[in-house]
């Protein structure tokens, strides 16, 4: 015996609806657990810097320097004395020098042996003639 199309419709309609309400059920659960996810979420850190830091930064850029500004609780922002004066409409900048040039040839100098201990400073050394050497010792 074959169903009739009455009957067809009405077995094919509700497997569609069961279908239809699991795939709704799972929509609402992803949902929800996106929801979740986001309210859980840390809040994202605020890259907006405080009003003076803000002109500081936009003078610097309009004067073609290319300013970095370190994070707060770091040591060189804390010791940073860069400032803009508004009135004056002038930077006054806090400059720090560094030579990394310098640094090695202190390094090598500090490494080297100290001039009296060279041996073309001494005479030709003779364990039975004694060494003298003058030192001022006023």
């Not at 004056?88 to 990394?100: D, G, T």
Request: proline share 9%; with cysteine.
């Amino acid at each position: 015996m074959s169903d009739t199309p009455a009957q067809t419709l009405s077995s094919h309609c509700c497997c569609c609806l069961v279908s239809l309400q699991a795939d709704y059920r799972w929509l609402e659960e992803v949902s929800r657990a996106d929801s979740n996810a986001r309210r859980l979420r840390p809040p994202t850190p605020r890259r907006e810097l405080p009003q003076h830091l803000s002109q500081l930064a936009h003078q610097a850029k309009y004067r073609g320097v290319k300013l970095l500004i370190m994070p707060p609780g770091m040591q060189k922002r804390q010791h940073n004395s860069t400032r803009y004066d508004f009135r004056a409409r002038k930077m006054h900048w806090r400059v720090e020098w560094r030579f990394p040039a310098a640094a090695l040839a202190a390094a090598a100098a500090a490494a080297a042996p100290a001039a009296a201990d060279t041996p073309h400073n001494h005479e030709e050394s003779n364990p039975t003639k004694p060494t003298h050497s003058s030192h001022d010792l006023n």
